[in-house]
């Protein structure tokens, strides 16, 4: 398998997170730049966006949430479950989590391309406030059930919140207060999070060495 990522994007890291919980997983990683429109990346994927996941008999997938959904119900690894989609808190945190992430990275790609005060950035910068100052509230009451199981839908979260805390950062000391903090500090997956932040990923590791750093 290979694994097509970068150091900064948070689609990358959350599948990158989800393959170092599969046992016994060897995969290549092929350290790219999207932007760039690399011949190797749009090979296996048209729209030259990471991540992107060759499989051992040459079918490529893309998509984060299809990549992490094909891992786990293909390798059902023991730290990391589906979610339960006939469990509406479930379903709900991982809707939020990963419009978040999405929110928060197009908000900041626009900005390589655009005026700061374009409506579209502000608006996804309102976005991203409004989004931590209700999960900050929601992470104490009605979310605190289903906060610390070791599901995709808190991988999500996690990585979602990590990458606005990193490119975010002035919402995010803002609006995320103790209940954010504590849901990070007890998150089943901070381990394997806190092992591929971008300065690790920086120095472009190979997959065994990730894997290592995990344990």
Excluded at 123 to 140: A, D, H, P, T
Excluded at 176 to 185: I, P
């Amino acid at each position: 398998m290979k694994l097509y990522l970068n150091d900064t994007s948070p689609f990358s890291r959350v599948v990158l997170a989800a393959a170092s919980l599969v046992e016994d997983l060897s995969i290549e990683l092929v350290w790219v730049d999207p932007w760039q429109s690399p011949q190797n990346l749009t090979r296996v994927n048209p729209f030259s966006i990471i991540p992107a996941l060759e499989l051992s008999d040459g079918i490529p997938l893309v998509e984060s949430l299809c990549i992490c959904q094909h891992l786990i119900n293909r390798f059902k690894p023991v730290d990391l479950n589906d979610i339960d989609y006939t469990d509406a808190r479930e379903v709900q945190v991982l809707g939020i989590a990963k419009t978040l992430m999405e929110v928060g990275f197009r908000t900041v790609a626009l900005g390589r391309f655009t005026d700061g005060d374009n409506e579209m950035i502000v608006r996804g910068r309102n976005g991203v406030g409004e989004c931590l100052q209700r999960l900050e509230s929601q992470l104490k009451h009605e979310l605190k059930p289903v906060a610390t199981k070791p599901n995709l839908a808190i991988l999500y979260l996690h990585a979602a919140l990590d990458y606005v805390a990193f490119r975010h950062s002035e919402a995010f000391q803002l609006h995320a207060g103790e209940n954010t903090a504590a849901f990070l500090e007890q998150s089943p997956f901070r381990r394997v999070l806190d092992s591929i932040t971008p300065d690790e990923l920086a120095s472009k590791p190979t997959f065994e060495q990730i894997k290592k750093a995990a344990l």
